[in-house]
């Protein structure tokens, strides 16, 4: 069983508040991603990061940043959140290399009012 | 540009049946091809697969891959109402980072 959290699993909130969705993995695995995913839509990769200081975009473009400063750490963060942020957000991590699965948290349902 | 089609996008059966859930793909420098289960919440990991014509198995699920034809498949026998969910197909490849590129899902519904 995968050991990777996100907090909160639901947040409704107001257009303009800064957001912070938290994900911490206990596995040591270095590489790390955010997803972004709608209903019946496929899942798209909106950051990632290689280990410790390490952060880059994903293919979906999003106004989300990221940091990772610790190993199980990898917040993502809206400054200042809108209706078009409204989403799944899915956190996951894996080993680096090639043919390694990822292993995924439960998602943060976010709704921008 | 890399993608990843699966079809049925959604499938009822009764329990007992047994479903086929495709995946076909065209992505740059093809490493593995990777199923996923996702219920409520998280996707939870199923099979990867590497090389063609050797099938993967757990239990009722089964998986093989066809880099030729450039398609995997996904069998379930047996159905039962727990295999309920939304099954992602997922390719990683050389030309996304090794990123995890996804399929829409196909959702199956087993009823009673």
């Known amino acids: 069983e995968a050991d990777i959290y996100q907090t909160p699993r639901y947040l409704v909130i107001g257009t303009g508040k800064k957001i912070t969705l938290e994900c911490s993995q206990t596995m040591g695995h270095d590489k790390m991603y955010w997803y972004q995913q709608d209903p019946g839509m496929e899942l798209h990769l909106i950051h990632y990061s290689y280990g410790v200081n390490s952060t880059e975009k994903g293919d979906l473009s999003s106004e989300s940043t990221v940091s990772r400063i610790r190993t199980e750490h990898f917040p993502l963060t809206l400054e200042s959140a809108r209706p078009s942020h409204t989403s799944q957000y899915l956190c996951?991590?894996?080993?680096?290399?090639?043919?390694?699965?990822?292993?995924f948290g439960d998602g943060t349902r976010l709704s921008i009012l | 540009e890399d993608k990843v089609v699966q079809s049925p996008l959604s499938l009822v059966v009764h329990e007992g049946d047994t479903v086929t859930l495709n995946c076909s793909y065209e992505?740059?420098?093809?490493?593995?091809l990777l199923w996923y289960k996702q219920e409520k919440k998280a996707p939870t990991f199923l099979f990867m697969l590497?090389?063609?014509?050797i099938e993967k198995k757990s239990g009722r699920l089964s998986s093989i891959l066809d880099k030729k034809e450039l398609f995997s498949i996904l069998n379930i026998t047996a159905t039962q109402t727990g295999d309920s969910a939304v099954y992602l197909c997922?390719?990683?490849?050389?030309?996304?980072?090794?990123?995890?590129?996804f399929g829409k899902g196909t959702k199956l519904s087993v009823k009673p």
């Open positions: 590497t090389s063609s014509g």
């Open positions: 992505v740059t420098n093809f490493r593995s």
């Open positions: 996951a991590s894996s080993e680096p290399g090639a043919g390694r699965p990822q292993h």
């Open positions: 997922a390719v990683e490849s050389g030309g996304s980072q090794g990123n995890l590129i």
